[in-house]
């Protein structure tokens, strides 16, 4: 089992998760992932790294799964230009590679912000801190454990 998994599971724990961490084999798109679970495209919480340019922080926009951040809104939330972070950079920082960025779990947690949008699902799927694997939460669940604050910046 990766680190990041580990991480991740622990995290959980700690959170008083109940539920199953799941393997996704094969998928490396929401949608695929979205197939593979059974479930709207929009309930997989993607997991978008920004940089600020001015300040070099890090930031996690959680969006759903076939919405994407709106740069103009995102920079307006987090108060500076924004960039997509390097994978160097979010490994070093969250301890999480691209495309199993976790929600929770980091290293180093970043300042978190959650799409309004995923609130319309009861149950979403967000990474487990890897590519193939995700854990289902409520909303709300998964808002209070990331420390993010519930915003408007997906299209």
């Known amino acids: ?18 539920g199953e961490i799941v393997e996704t084999k094969n998928a490396t798109t929401a949608m695929m992932a979205a197939s593979e679970l059974g479930c709207d495209v929009d309930q997989i919480a993607k997991s978008v790294m920004l940089q600020g340019l001015a300040s070099t922080d890090l930031y996690l ?7 994407m951040v709106d740069i103009k809104k995102a920079q307006s939330i987090a108060g500076e230009e924004l960039t997509k972070a390097d994978a160097n950079t979010v490994r070093k920082i969250t ?15 970043p300042a978190t912000f959650m799409d309004a949008h995923l609130f319309q699902f009861d149950i979403i799927w967000a990474a487990a801190g890897t590519p193939r694997h995700v854990f289902s939460a409520a909303p709300n669940h998964l808002l209070e454990i990331s420390n993010a604050v519930k915003t408007d910046f997906s299209k």
Do not use: C, D, N
């Open 1 to 18: 089992m990766s680190k990041s998994l580990k991480r991740v599971e622990l995290a959980l724990e700690q959170a008083g998760y109940a």
């Open 61 to 67: 926009f959680i969006t759903a799964g076939k919405r």
């Open 95 to 109: 301890g999480f590679a691209i495309g199993g960025v976790s929600p929770i779990g980091h290293k180093k947690p």
